[in-house]
C-alpha cells in the first residue's frame, strides 16, 4: 500500500527539466551563514543546494553552521537516503540532506510574495526535481526543500524526543530559514506560502495544527492532501486492513512499529541502531514505505491533526485546498492493470463486500457497473468519493468555518502522465495529474488548451501568494468555498457543488 501511495506525486521526479543556465559573478547573495553563489538565466535567479540544517540520525534539527567564502549553489545538494522505485529510479545514502533551493526573478526586488513547496511521496525524492521557474516567473520567490523521508523521517522508538517527526521537524527548520533569509533573495519574510502535494499536503495539515509553525507562513495552499482521509479495507490493495487515519500514527503505536523493525535490523537499543550503516538499514524490505507516516501524541504533534481540525485548534491563515476528479484512478490502474488482471465485474461485487461489507449491495446500486467504462473506472470512482472527495470536502468544510478557504477540483481528464506508467487505462483527472500545470514535465506535453489552463493556475497560485486570494485580472472569479468549488479544467474554469458531484450525501 505505502509504494502504490509512493506514486503520490513525485512531481518532476526524473522527467523535471534542467534550467539552462549560465553562471554569473552577479548571482551572489548573503545568508545569515554565508555566501551563496547561483546562476542567473533570461528570467531567473537560480540557487540549489543551500544548507538549511544539520541533524544526526532520529534528532531534531539545528540551523546549519556558518561558512567561510562563497559556497557553490549552481547545482543540486545531495538527495535525503531513500531507495529508488520504478517511477522513480533515484536512491541516495547521504543524511547530510538538508539542503534548499531558492528560485527568483533575475530582476532585483524586494518583498516579494515567498512560496515554499513541500514535495510528495513521504519516501522518496527532493526539492530540486521541482522546476520552479513558471512560477517565480509571476513576480514570487519560490523555495524547494529535501526533508527526511521513511524510515529516517517516521520512526520511532523508546527513548526518542518526538520519533516520528522528523521530516515535520525539518520543514519547519526550513521555513525558519526562510524567515530569516527570504529578504536577501528579494522576498518577503512576512509573506508565506507553504504549498505541498499528497504526503505534503498531509504534512501541511500537520503544521496547521503543531504549535512550532505557528507564524512561519501567512497562507497554505493543499492539493490532494490526506489529513482527514481514512481508509476501508482493501481500498488501496488486495488484503489491507482498515485505517482509521491514513497517514498519522499515535506515538505508541509508532514505537511498537519501530521495535518491530529494529529486531528486524537485529538491534535492541538506539545505540545498535545509530551506528548501522545507512544502506543496511534502507536494504530492508518495506521499510522506507512503512513509515510515510506522521506520529502524533508528542511536542511537534500534540494531538491527531484532524481531531485538532475538526475541534477548530488550528493556526488561522487563509487556505487554497483541493483535489483531482479521479483520485483513486491511478491506484486501481497499477494495482490491477499493471499486473495484466484488470478488474472484473465479479471482482467489484467482492471488493465492495470487503470495503463495506452488509452495505455492499447499497453502494453497487449508487455505483452501478452499466454507469461506467470499465469495473475498473466503477472501483476508482466508488474509492475517489468515498475517500478523497470525503476527506477533502470535510477539512476545507472544517476550515472554513474560521479562515477564507478556496476550494478546487482539478477535472482535466486528458492530463498527461508524466509517471513512467505504461498501462492501458483510462487515468483520467489522475492523482497529482495536476502538478504538471504548476511544476513543468519534460513528459507531460501539454496541448494549447492546457497550456492556458497552466497559465490561469499558475495565476491563482501565486495571486493568492501574494494578498491571501486566487482572483485577479483575467481570471475567471474564484468565490469562497461556500459559494462552490471551483472547477479547473481547459477552456471550462467554473464553479461546482462538489458534494453532489461526489455523492457525498450518500456517504454521510
Partial sequence: MRILLATLAVAGMVTGTGPAQRPSDGAVVTTDTGAVRGV???QHRIFQGIPYATAGRWESPRPAGRWNGVKDATRPGPLCPQVGSPYAPISSTTEDCLVLNVTAPREPGRDRPVMVWIH???????????DARKLASRGVVVVTINYRLGVFNGFSYPGLKDGGTYGLQDQQEALRWVRRNAAAFGGDPSNVTAFGVSFGALAIG??????????LFQRVAMQSGETMMDMPA?????????????????????????????ARLGCQDLACLRALPVKKILDVPQIMNAFQVYA???????????????????????VLAGATRDEHRIFVGMTYDAAGKPVTAEQYGTLLKTAFGKDADRVMRRYPLSEHATPGQAWAAVMTDRIWARGTHEQNTLLARHVPVYGYEFADRKAPMFL????????????????????????AR????????SEQMVGY????????????????VWRRLAHGTQSLAPGAIRPIDYAAAHRLDFWK
Fill in 446 to 453: 501539454l496541448s494549447p488548451a492546457q497550456e492556458r489552463l
Fill in 206 to 215: 500537520g503544521h496547521l495544527t503543531s504549535p512550532g509553525a505557528k507564524g
Fill in 296 to 318: 502524533y501524541g508528542n511536542r511537534v504533534l500534540p494531538e491527531l491533526p484532524s481531531t485538532a481540525i475538526r475541534k477548530g485548534r488550528f493556526h488561522r491563515v487563509p
Fill in 420 to 443: 513512467p506508467l505504461q498501462v492501458d487505462f483510462d487515468w483520467g483527472a489522475y492523482h497529482a495529474g495536476d502538478l504538471p500545470y504548476l511544476f513543468p514535465e519534460e513528459k
Fill in 461 to 476: 497560485w501565486t495571486n493568492f501568494a501574494r494578498t491571501g486570494s486566487p482572483n485577479g485580472h483575467g481570471l475567471p
Fill in 40 to 42: 542567473v538565466t533570461d
Fill in 234 to 262: 482493501g481500498s488501496l490493495v488486495p488484503g489491507m486492513p482498515a485505517l482509521p487515519t491514513f497517514a498519522w500514527r499515535s506515538a505508541g503505536d509508532a514505537e511498537a512499529v519501530g521495535k518491530q523493525y529494529a
Fill in 120 to 130: 510528495g511521496d513521504g519516501a522518496v525524492g527532493g526539492g530540486h526535481f521541482s
